[in-house]
């Protein structure tokens, strides 16, 4: 069983930047892609961004392309969500989710059936 724990989350001002990480434990060489994702109060959980852990291929929502920077450190088994130029509609928790057979256009369009999910971490940005 894959463990996902993030961290990183917090309180920052509009026009801010935050760094979430995503560490992986367990038979992570079983998943291909992990990713982010994110559920602000009332709304659902959207997708926000993944990479895939050969190649490094990566794929963005429309909503965070140009401000979110996705990377990995296979040897940390842990993957980074980059995020700059903060807005108050970014507040939401995000969760960290890996998975094994889907495809990047899978995780675009809010792909739920990811294998591993973590706990998720509160990201705040205040106007």
């Known amino acids: 069983q894959v463990q996902l724990v993030e961290s990183g989350g917090g309180l920052v001002q509009a026009g801010g930047s935050l760094t979430l990480s995503c560490a992986a434990s367990?038979?992570?060489?079983?998943?291909?892609?992990m990713g982010w994702f994110r559920q602000a109060p009332g709304k659902e959980r959207e997708f926000v961004a993944a990479?895939?852990?050969?190649?490094?291929?990566?794929i963005y929502a429309d909503s965070v392309n140009g401000r979110c920077t996705i990377s990995k450190d296979n040897a940390k088994n842990t993957v980074y969500l980059q995020m700059n130029s903060l807005k108050p509609e970014d507040t939401a928790v995000y969760y960290c989710?890996?998975?094994?057979?889907?495809?990047?256009?899978?995780?675009?369009?809010?792909?739920?059936?990811?294998?591993?999910w973590g706990k998720g971490t509160l990201v705040t940005v205040s106007s």
């Open positions: 989710a890996a998975d094994r057979r889907a495809t990047m256009n899978q995780w675009a369009n809010n792909y739920y059936g990811a294998d591993y």
């Open positions: 990479i895939a852990w050969i190649g490094g291929g990566k």
């Open positions: 367990g038979p992570t060489f079983s998943t291909s892609k």
